[in-house]
């Protein structure tokens, strides 16, 4: 069991919360939840040992193993991916070596009556009882498990962490928490960079292995199936709910609907006493009435209602202009890296105002065919943009290729032009961005603030082919929610990436399987392929133990 009591962090004079108390039992798992900015990854942090609060303790008992995952990190590149998911043993084997060097000692010293041999055989017992009482295990086999859990392939296991991009890295570092079997795992956005196959495998892990967990995410299906208590972090205080995320909305909303009964009737009380005093002061035979009212009001606590956040993306895609029939065709299209052949003979073609997605494990194409479509790589086949196809394009690292030195305001009135340019401001208003943050550099913005702004340079110019790699990383629930009601009813050809399965649902009639070198093509929405994936992925996560 794990104590946060009184935690309280202050920045700039500014309070970020205070006196947040609450408990972590074995097999929590909870929610950290509230909008942009109330201190989620901060406390994360606190409770990590990472950050220090200004006031506050963490109390856990002394052997208790914490791991935690930020949303920001690389490992190291001076090891193989197997030679760096075992680092997760690094403690034990550094334990067992040790051990192995003291008693090599004891075999050849004969100073058996000194103070220094006794206190060898001392610390040869006290690792002796630590390390024989750790389980045997075949940690090879664990560590192998845990890699093509999380979408590694065996012939990946040798190669250099270093071939790997952040979000590879990533899964390293989560694969070493998992190995940890850590009494508390901290994961912040853990599934922004794991394909669909792979969250549902870490899904069954953190329920049915893990013990308590506490963690970030703007992935909606993934909080659901894995948590059981939701804390939220509002106004500088926590409230605390023994219930999923879907159940919590509810809850908070009936919570907030209380609060503003209890609120309007004591204003009225305010009022009505206020009235009596105004009325009364100066009446001899009403003063000690008068004068209790006033005292009683004085010492009144106010009853604040919980902010709501109402910032959210005002997003309408402009009319598209009309495409011809077929707005993009491939034929026989194949792609290889040297001996690596990604797919081949693949074949697709996507009608007028179709939204179609791509899906698949990372590593099996889907980037490489919009690449492919974009004309950014050479391929062989072909493959073809329709008549009058007019394509806006958001790459998964199209946040990353914004000018840091530029402001908000300088990024978007580069790419304006005509009389977009008079409505730059209230279209930035509309993406959050109001009063000074227009004038932020780049380069001060966090995550979400990027790709929302990368969004705004995407919505500048009317398209009728929209084609989104992953474009709900770092997205907050209430911007994604908007995102997608927007794109339900873009009226253009939608070709969407996305692992976010809560995102996905409802978005497309097609779906594209990227699968051991192949395109698949699947008349079903999308809601129904994932539902029949599901039930196959859990299958194979059951054989494999």
């Known amino acids: 069991m794990i104590s946060v009591n009184g935690i309280g962090v202050e920045f700039s004079g500014e309070t970020l919360f205070s006196d947040i108390s609450f408990v972590i039992n074995e097999n929590d798992k909870i929610a950290l939840m509230g909008k942009n900015g109330a201190g989620k990854s901060t406390l994360m942090k606190i409770i990590a040992g990472v950050q220090s609060a200004n006031k506050g303790t963490i109390q856990r008992p002394k052997e208790t193993v914490i791991a935690y995952l930020p949303q920001h990190l690389l490992t190291e590149d001076n090891c193989t991916v197997f030679e760096e998911a075992s680092k997760a043993f690094g403690h034990i084997f550094s ?3 040790e051990i192995d060097s003291l008693n090599k000692q004891l075999e050849t010293r004969t100073d058996y009556e000194s103070e220094e041999y006794m206190k060898i055989i001392e610390r040869v017992s006290e690792l002796g009882e630590k390390f024989y009482s750790i389980e045997e295990i075949n940690y090879d086999a664990e560590v192998e498990k845990t890699l ?14 270093s071939e790997f991009s952040g979000g590879w890295r ?9 190995l940890q079997k850590p009494d508390l795992v901290l994961l912040d956005e853990p599934t922004n960079h794991i394909d669909i196959e792979s969250v549902i495998w870490l899904e069954d892990f953190l329920v049915n292995k893990a013990k308590a967990v506490i963690v970030i995410s703007h992935d909606r299906a993934f909080i659901d199936n894995v948590t059981n208590r939701t804390i939220e972090v509002t106004m500088g205080r926590i409230y605390d709910y023994k219930a999923n995320y879907s159940h919590y909305l509810q809850l908070r909303e009936e919570r907030r609907e209380q609060q503003i009964k209890a609120y309007n009737e004591q204003q ?16 001899y035979s009403k003063t000690n009435q008068v004068n209790s009212r006033e005292r009683m009001l004085e010492k009144l606590e106010i009853i604040e209602i919980d902010e709501v956040d109402n910032s959210a993306l005002k997003l309408r895609f402009p009319p598209s202009p009309r495409s011809g029939d077929y707005p ?40 490489t065919m919009i690449k492919a479509i974009m004309g950014e790589i050479d391929f062989e086949g072909t493959c ?29 009135d580069q790419v304006a032009k005509g009389e977009i340019r008079t409505q730059i401001q209230s279209i930035l208003g509309g993406f959050m961005f109001r009063g000074d943050a227009i004038d932020k550099k780049v380069k001060f913005l966090s995550g979400g603030e990027k790709t929302r702004l990368a969004m705004v340079k995407l919505l500048l110019e009317p398209v009728n082919v929209l084609i989104l790699d992953e474009p709900t990383n770092h997205l907050d629930l209430k911007s994604k929610d908007v995102l997608k009601e ?8 939608l070709i969407l990436v996305s692992h976010d399965r809560d995102f996905l649902q409802g978005l497309s009639e097609k779906v594209f399987e990227f699968k051991d070198q192949r395109v698949i ?19 194979q996560i059951n054989l494999m133990g």
């Open 328 to 367: 993009v065709v491939a034929k026989d299209l194949s792609k290889n890296y040297g001996d690596h052949v990604v797919f081949k003979d693949a074949n697709m073609s996507i009608s007028r105002g179709e939204k179609v997605a791509f899906v698949g494990r990372n590593g099996e194409g889907k980037s």
């Open 384 to 412: 073809e943009l329709g008549h009058n196809a007019k394509v806006g394009y958001f790459a998964q690292n199209q946040a990353s290729l914004l000018d840091d030195d530029l402001t908000v305001f300088q990024t978007v």
């Open 170 to 178: 990533m899964r390293i570092e989560l694969g070493k928490i998992l």
């Open 95 to 97: 334990m067992r070596d």
């Open 148 to 161: 093509l859990g999380l979408g590694f392939k065996r012939e990946d296991f040798t190669r250099q962490t």
């Open 268 to 283: 009225k009380f305010i009022k009505d006493n206020m009235d009596f005093i105004e009325r009364f002061r100066g009446t």
């Open 521 to 539: 093509e699947h008349f079903e929405t999308i809601d129904a392929f994932l539902e029949r994936n599901r039930i196959e992925n859990l299958q």
């Open 486 to 493: 927007a794109l339900k009813n873009f009226d253009g050809t």
